[in-house]
């Protein structure tokens, strides 16, 4: 039988992720011994062992990492399917349901270009309502795979554009936003080692597919918090040169001579037949 069911493949995914059926079953709100027979099951089925079971405890097989894989991807198209089947047949006042786009940007990132982008675009004849959707470093992906988003403003070399489509916007070079009174803040520009080993002054983390990486750093859950933590001398960010929109008089930035560019492209599911879409792309392009 070449078909699972979505129910299966939750299942196998909590396993597979947690490596652990007692922590999976909590995981799933279920018991143990269901969860146990209902791997079995789907390996019977499919004629492979997903799972090796040992004293040690649970490691997937070269299947198994395949079934991961492509069940993360399944699982997120379907519940992308029913979040924007959702948003399509969203109540849209007396005139019935209006189209609603949402856009994901990382948060402090592209500021201008985002407020040119929806001005231009607001003012296209019929345009859809578009819901501004700030997210963590690198989180952009996610949610167009989610369906959390439906198009992304994405930045080249940190985000990953494999599976979508995209379009070029912007080029530009990156900053270290420190606390004004630090005495780096003086200097005309900083290398990468300089902002990363700063006595006291560490570099501030973001979250990405929901870890944080190793360090010193506080944990960064958004840009408000992040303003706060480096006008009060407690952590320092690297940010593309757009961010001095948002930057306060407490904050200082230097640009980072030896940092590669970023390059912001629009981005959208490759599958994506919205014509809202469609004429958000256009505008994006023009500006």
Request: proline share 7%; with cysteine; hydrophobic share 45%.
């Amino acid at each position: 039988m070449d078909t699972v069911e979505t129910r299966e493949l939750r299942y196998f995914v909590a396993v597979a992720e947690e490596l652990h059926f007692g922590r999976a079953a909590e995981r799933l709100g279920m018991a143990q011994p269901p969860l146990s027979r209902a791997i079995q099951q789907l390996e019977r089925r499919l004629g492979v062992t997903l799972l090796e079971r040992g004293r040690r405890g649970v490691t997937l097989t070269g299947a198994g990492e395949v079934l991961l894989d492509e069940g993360r991807a399944a699982l997120d198209a379907a519940t992308a399917a029913v979040r924007r089947t959702r948003r399509a047949g969203g109540a849209g006042g007396a005139g019935g349901p209006r189209d609603r786009l949402v856009l994901a940007v990382k948060a402090g990132a592209s500021h201008e270009l985002l407020h040119k982008l929806l001005d231009a675009y607001a003012a296209e004849p019929g345009a859809a309502e578009v819901e501004v959707l700030p997210s963590g470093t690198c989180e952009q992906g996610e949610m167009l795979r989610d369906g959390r988003a439906d198009v992304a403003l994405m930045h080249k070399p940190f985000n990953s554009l494999a599976g979508f489509d995209s379009e070029e916007l912007s080029t530009e070079g990156q900053i270290a936003i420190l606390p004004a009174g630090h005495p780096l803040a003086a200097r005309r520009t900083l290398s990468l080692a300089d902002v990363t080993d700063i006595p006291g002054l560490p570099l501030a983390r973001w979250a990405r597919n929901g870890t944080y990486p190793p360090g010193p750093g506080p944990e960064i859950h958004d840009q408000t918090q992040l303003a706060q933590l480096i006008a009060l001398g407690r952590t320092v960010a690297v940010f593309p040169e757009s961010a001095r929109a948002w930057l306060w008089a407490e904050h200082a930035a230097v640009p980072l001579a030896d940092a590669p560019p970023v390059v912001t492209h629009i981005a959208w599911p490759a599958h994506s037949r919205s014509l809202a879409l469609a004429k958000l792309v256009r505008t994006a392009t023009r500006l």
